[in-house]
T-cell receptor, first 112, second 111 residues
Framework: DADVTQTPRNRITKTGKRIMLECSQT?????MYWYRQDPGLGLRLIYY???????NKGEISDGYSVSRQAQAKFSLSLESAIPNQTALYFC???????????FGPGTRLTVL | LAKTTQPISMDSYEGQEVNITCSHN???????ITWYQQFPSQGPRFIIQ???TKVTNEVASLFIPADRKSSTLSLPRVSLSDTAVYYC????????????FGTGTRLLVSP
């Protein structure tokens, strides 16, 4: 969905490096989410934010941190990247009263 | 966390109706059941959502029995472009809409 953008789309980095993935949305939604997807598996929730002042850990938050800079921006950081964080990362948004989430195109991250 | 169980894969042919059933025994009273579709290397896309009985939109129908412990996504007359992974989701039991994705059902539509 073009209303949710992610940068970069692809990134290769080395073990130990700090990496930031960025997500921006023009949908005006309050809720934003970060997921990771490993090959052949479903998405797992890393962090979610219901508004600018609300940040919550998801299923697999260890090794990650987030920042909600504005309603439209939600960044995911890997403090010290490790190879098993190699995955496809998706950002998503939603309004408060529905399970319909709008996903970005994804960031493919490779940690060597 | 609420869990869902779906078949790992299904095969079909163009023009057939496909029904994918999902079990969700621990669904919370206020939770909705939501289905998503995902193509390779793309983010999931919302298909349909329902609470009980039957919901229909332009692409699919969703059947939910009275006990809500399962649901069935029905895709009428599938085409090759319906080949994708389909996820059944419910909110968890913590009282807010935090979606939990399972491994989904991989649907392969052949000519």
């Amino acid at each position: 969905d073009a209303d949710v953008t992610q940068t970069p789309r692809n990134r290769i980095t080395k073990t130990g490096k700090r990496i930031m993935l960025e997500c921006s949305q023009t949908k005006g939604h309050d809720r934003m989410y970060w997921y990771r997807q490993d090959p052949g598996l479903g998405l797992r929730l890393i962090y979610y934010s219901f508004d600018v002042k609300d940040i919550n850990k998801g299923e697999i938050s260890d090794g990650y941190s987030v920042s909600r800079q504005a309603q439209a921006k939600f960044s995911l950081s890997l403090e010290s990247a490790i190879p098993n964080q190699t995955a496809l990362y998706f950002c998503a948004t939603s309004v408060w009263d529905t399970n319909e989430q709008f996903f970005g195109p994804g960031t493919r991250l490779t940690v060597l | 966390l609420a869990k869902t169980t779906q078949p790992i894969s299904m095969d079909s042919y163009e023009g057939q109706e496909v029904n994918i059933t999902c079990s969700h025994n621990n669904i919370a009273t206020n939770d909705y059941i939501t289905w998503y579709q995902q193509f390779p290397s793309q983010g999931p896309r919302f298909i349909i959502q329902g609470y009980k009985t039957k919901v229909t939109n332009e692409v699919a129908s969703l059947f939910i029995p009275a006990d809500r412990k399962s649901s069935t996504l029905s895709l009428p007359r599938v085409s090759l472009s319906d080949t994708a992974v389909y996820y059944c989701l419910v909110g968890d039991d913590e009282g807010f809409q935090k979606l939990v994705f399972g491994t989904g059902t991989r649907l392969l539509v052949s000519p």
